[in-house]
């Protein structure tokens, strides 16, 4: 083989050219909820200002309602929505003609490409004021390039080429529902998906990507709405991990055995935990937690492996790790920012407007993006000096932003019940 190496060169090269550009998210690609491996950060620099005549390079109607995050893939961008039921609160309809769609666009126009959609299970829940905080479809799809994986919660998950040909739908993740509904988003890597369907089953799924089948799965997942995380420890082993009430887990994503336990916060679970150089930061629990972890345990690694553990944090929205600093925005309108060695607090600062926060903060170059409710999408200095930059407003629409922005190469990807958005520099704006 060595031999043939060496005589064959270019064959050779083209082969390994071929294999690392055909089929996989390229470098500038948003793959899965918070970008990519789910960090919320880009180095791309993004705009500072927008609003409906600046800096917007278009705007279109999505055929559905959701608060599912865009995600971005080769020339397409897509996401998900609901129709059919829970769109009005004042009419409802009937339950029976809810429709969950999986939805692309053409990520340099806008245009639409493609819309399908499956019915939904028996099991959904009825519509509540609860509901109707955020609808049916919370969870960001996921692609490895190939194809899309969209879950649904008691809906099942269902996955697409990226011409929209359905592949397979797995109806059988669980039944139950809880309080607002489904919210975990899929992960995927070259073999598995993977799926925290804890509220439907108590399960964590790791799906076969070519056919749906159940490859492996763990039960007793307690109360946690939260997407699991790739990470990799210093000897560049991949671990999956698991963020739920009382514990954090680390888990080997081949076969799904625990490779590791960490005394976790005492309450559910919403945020994604994020990594970076061997460390797992998480947030979560109505009295706002924050710990780290490092990586490459074994057993209960609580007095070994936990670095720290605080009581600041957030009940729904995830974090971002940059230059030593973890970011955030509680779901209060608190802007936050600890040091990543120990957790120590180096500012703690009420966003200038009474927000809500629903979405998650990403980074693009040195700006972060703290995305409210119904107050705009503050933009600040990405440094532990606080410094709000801007707060843009789209004037014009009264629906509530709850998805986390996606990034876009120097374009940021918003959407709202109604419509999505793409901002970028043009030629006649200022940042």
């Known amino acids: 083989m060595l031999q043939l190496l060496l005589t064959e060169p270019i064959r050779w090269t083209a082969l390994i050219l ?20 789910g960090n919320g950060e880009s180095d791309s620099e993004a705009p500072t200002k927008w609003d409906e005549k600046t800096n917007l390079i278009w705007k279109k109607q999505i055929p559905g309602h959701g608060s599912s995050s865009p995600i971005v893939v080769g020339d397409k961008i897509i996401l998900t929505a609901f129709s059919g039921y829970g769109i009005d609160p004042d009419d409802t309809g009937q339950l029976e003609n809810l429709k969950l769609h999986t939805i692309c666009f053409d990520r340099a126009t806008g245009e639409l490409i493609w819309d399908k959609s499956i019915s939904s299970s028996s099991n959904e829940q009825k519509f509540s004021r609860r509901v109707a905080d955020h609808g049916y479809t919370s969870g960001t799809p ?49 073999r598995h998906v993977y799926l925290n369907a804890s509220i439907e089953s108590g399960t964590l799924f790791a799906l076969d990507k070519k056919n749906g089948s159940v490859v492996w799965s763990r039960q007793n997942v307690v109360k946690s709405w939260s997407t699991p995380c790739l990470a990799k420890n210093e000897r560049g082993e991949m671990e999956l991990v698991i963020n739920q009430k009382f514990t954090l887990f680390g888990l080997d994503p081949a076969d799904g055995k625990e490779l590791w336990s960490c005394k976790g916060i005492e309450d559910y679970v919403v945020p994604v935990p994020i990594s970076e150089n061997g460390v797992v930061y998480c947030l979560g629990g109505r009295s706002n937690r924050a710990m780290a972890v490092k990586l490459g345990g ?37 802007a936050n920012c600890l040091k990543a060695s120990d957790g120590k607090a180096v500012f703690r600062e009420r966003m200038p407007t009474q927000a809500r926060v629903y979405a998650s903060i990403v980074r ?5 993006y703290l995305t409210t409710r119904d107050s705009g ?51 006649d704006s200022d940042q």
């Open 18 to 37: 071929m294999v690392l550009t055909t089929g996989s998210a390229t470098a500038q690609d948003w793959p899965q909820f918070r970008g990519p491996n």
């Open 364 to 368: 693009s170059g040195n700006r972060l």
């Open 377 to 427: 999408v503050w933009v600040l200095e990405a440094n532990p000096t606080f410094n709000a930059l801007a707060l843009n407003v789209f004037d014009a629409d009264e629906e509530m932003f709850n998805a986390s922005p996606a990034i876009d190469g120097g374009r940021i990807l918003l959407r709202n019940n109604k419509f999505l958005y793409c901002i970028g520099t043009t030629a």
């Open 298 to 334: 074994k057993g209960d690694v609580t007095d070994s492996h936990r670095l720290w553990m605080v009581n600041i944090g957030a009940n729904v929205t995830s974090p971002i790790l940059h230059e030593g600093h973890l970011y955030w925005a509680s779901d209060k309108g608190i």
């Open 142 to 190: 996921a692609s490895d390039g190939k194809s899309v994986y969209a879950f649904f919660g008691v809906s099942g998950c269902v996955a697409y080429d990226l011409d929209g040909n359905q592949l397979w739908h797995n109806k059988e993740l669980g039944t139950n529902t809880a309080g607002f509904g489904s919210a975990s988003s899929p992960v995927v890597d070259d």
